[in-house]
């Protein structure tokens, strides 16, 4: 078993939590720098001296959103202005964006995290590596360049969308390795297929990375039959720098988050107290290796859980759950708790139905419904009316029974539901 | 073995155009048509073209979801009475259809009824050891000799 850095990734949990303790009261004094942290742990009494077991970052305030937002631009940042070397930022389409600021030392660790991210799931430098993602503002897109050309890959910054010049760069430079959002690959599958080409014949891709939205299980594995590999779920989020938070291992089983870097706590999102062993439960997230801008306890808002048990891969740090949804990500019809992802985990079971799908949330009438527009994929058109109304039908019933509450099905055109090259938009509240 | 082609529409305007305008660019002539429609705002265009295999590669390419399905261009009088005479010898071959259609026929005496016998099988055979006259593809695609 070969480790990117082994001594780190099998350390004793002892070690590690004394580790993290340590690096704890020096993130805590590090985050005094800022005018945020500054004025709370001084108005709190908080200091690193007060820190003496993992346990006492229940001691400390929470850092949300709402925070980061209403302390836009400098609020948070604990180094000189001069010593700051990349921000990233949220799109912030309403209300202030969030921000984050990184020193180079930063940018390093991120950068080693990522490669060994991608270490773990079996990438090695003898890689041609496909990045498409967005570069820019987005994290996906630097965050893994970084991490790949770290890792020492032959790093090809494609960037998001036109899927031709994808397909046309993996067979010139023989990719094998490709990172995407998992909906775009359904669509690059696509223009394989219109391009009388199979990526399973026509390419060298021996290992996909998919990320950056919530995605099911069953859509995994569809991405993975589509392509004839193994497709290893990423997961990050830009507060903690972006990619290279939580990766899985060859064993797909569980994303190892990793513990030196972050302290992670899964909390109750009505108590605050920390879920039972298993429970799924927000994430709460603080750096133990960050200058420029650490962020203690932040509340991701992402529901998961840790994984029991250890790995068979020898990795001590523990394994979250891939990401059940984000707690906003929850809506309510009909008085039921509904999450995006207990829908496509459903429609992502049948072969006919396409992986775009849309929930549309409307008034009609005096009544709140939940219209579901679903893809029936070509090759499952027969030309037969019954066929179609009897997949119609059952779709209903199987969302009914998981939600509780009858969808509107509506059967659209292949093709047809407005896509981006960004994450996927998979609720629409047209409600108000 | 003839061919209609069917295909997947959404009940708005001007998704039936899109399918005409490709077929009138591509010079492919319509020579019967049955639109069906569902409570769910989709429905099911079966067409018959005088080349349904290219016909249905281009709305392919444009992204429209097609299916060849089989039919049997069936023989009968134009007049009062024919059909009905027809529909006895189609059961009397035991054939059970869903789908079905018809058009008149250039001669001015007898008419078309075009069956979807896609998920009939041995429907051919049938009908035709119940004497009745399938007529050749190039006459169900109006294909001049």
């Known amino acids: 078993m070969l480790y990117w850095e082994k001594e780190i990734e099998t350390l004793d949990r002892t070690s590690l939590e004394r580790l993290q303790v340590e690096r704890l009261k020096k993130t805590i004094s590090q985050a005094c720098g800022s005018d945020y942290y500054g004025k709370q742990y001084k108005s709190k009494n908080i200091t690193p001296e007060k820190i003496n077991s993992i346990k006492h970052i229940q001691d400390l305030p929470f850092t949300t959103k709402e925070d980061l937002r209403s302390h836009f631009p400098w609020g948070f940042l604990s180094i000189p202005k001069k010593d700051v070397v990349r921000l990233h930022s949220s799109s912030g389409t309403t209300g202030n964006p969030t921000v984050i600021f990184h020193n180079r030392h930063d940018l390093s660790s991120w950068a080693n995290l990522m490669a ?10 003898t890689d041609v590596f496909q990045n498409i993602a967005g570069y820019g503002l987005f994290t996906g897109g630097l965050g893994f360049q970084y991490g790949i050309e770290r890792l020492g890959c032959l790093s090809i910054p494609a960037g998001a969308g036109n899927s ?12 094998t390795v490709a990172h995407a959002i998992p909906s775009y690959l359904g669509r690059l599958f696509d223009v394989f297929k219109e391009e009388g080409l199979d990526p399973k014949k026509d390419t060298q891709l021996r290992k996909l990375v998919i990320g950056a ?16 590999v193994k497709a290893y779920n990423s997961f990050g989020l830009s507060e903690m720098n972006g990619p290279g938070v939580a990766f899985e291992c060859e064993e797909q089983n569980g994303l190892h988050i990793w513990e030196d870097a972050y302290i992670v706590e899964i909390i109750d999102p009505k108590t605050f107290e920390p879920v039972h062993e298993g429970e799924i439960g927000e994430l709460v997230m603080t750096t ?37 949804g984000r707690s906003d990500d929850m809506f309510i019809l009909k008085g039921c708790n509904i999450f995006p992802m207990q829908v496509e985990g459903i429609l992502m079971k049948l072969p006919e139905v396409g992986e775009d799908y849309r929930i549309i949330l409307e008034k009609i009438g005096d009544q709140d419904e939940m219209i579901i527009e679903v893809e029936v994929k070509k090759e499952w058109f027969r030309g037969d009316v019954n066929f179609l109304d009897r997949l ?41 | 073995m003839a061919y209609q082609v069917s295909i997947f529409l959404e009940n708005k305007i001007g998704h039936l155009k899109q399918v005409t305008s490709v077929l ?14 569902t409570a769910s705002g989709w429905g099911i265009l079966n067409l018959v073209v005088s080349d349904p295999i290219k016909a249905s590669r281009l709305l392919n390419d444009k992204g429209i979801s097609t299916a060849l399905r089989k039919i049997a261009a069936l023989k009968m009088v134009d007049q009062p009475g024919g059909l009905d005479y027809l529909l006895g010898s189609i059961a009397d071959a035991g054939v059970n259809f869903i789908n079905a259609y018809g ?18 099988p041995d429907a051919e055979m049938k009908l035709k050891q119940a004497g009745l006259e399938i007529l050749s593809d190039h006459l169900v695609y109006g294909i001049k000799e």
């Open chain 2, 24 to 37: 009138k660019a591509a010079d492919i002539n319509i020579r019967s048509m049955h639109l069906n429609h």
């Open chain 1, 116 to 125: 060994r991210s991608l270490f773990t799931a079996g990438v090695r430098d």
């Open chain 2, 103 to 120: 058009r008149v026929a250039n001669d001015e005496k007898s008419a078309i009824f075009v069956l979807d016998i896609e998920d009939i």
């Open chain 1, 213 to 228: 939205e919530p995605h099911t299980e069953e859509h995994r594995r569809r991405i993975e039959e589509m392509f004839g």
């Open chain 1, 392 to 432: 119609q039908k059952q779709i209903e019933r199987l969302i009914r029974d998981e939600v509780l509450v009858r969808p509107i099905i509506k059967l659209v055109e292949f093709g047809s539901i407005p896509k981006s090259d960004g994450k996927a938009v998979r609720v629409i509240d047209r409600r108000n």
């Open chain 1, 288 to 324: 133990l290796d960050r200058e420029a801008m650490p962020l203690i306890r932040y509340r991701t808002r992402d529901l998961t859980r840790f994984l029991p048990g250890t790995c068979s891969c020898g990795i001590t740090h523990r394994r979250i759950d891939r990401i059940a």
């Open chain 1, 164 to 175: 031709l010049r994808q397909i046309k760069l993996m067979r010139d430079y023989g990719t």
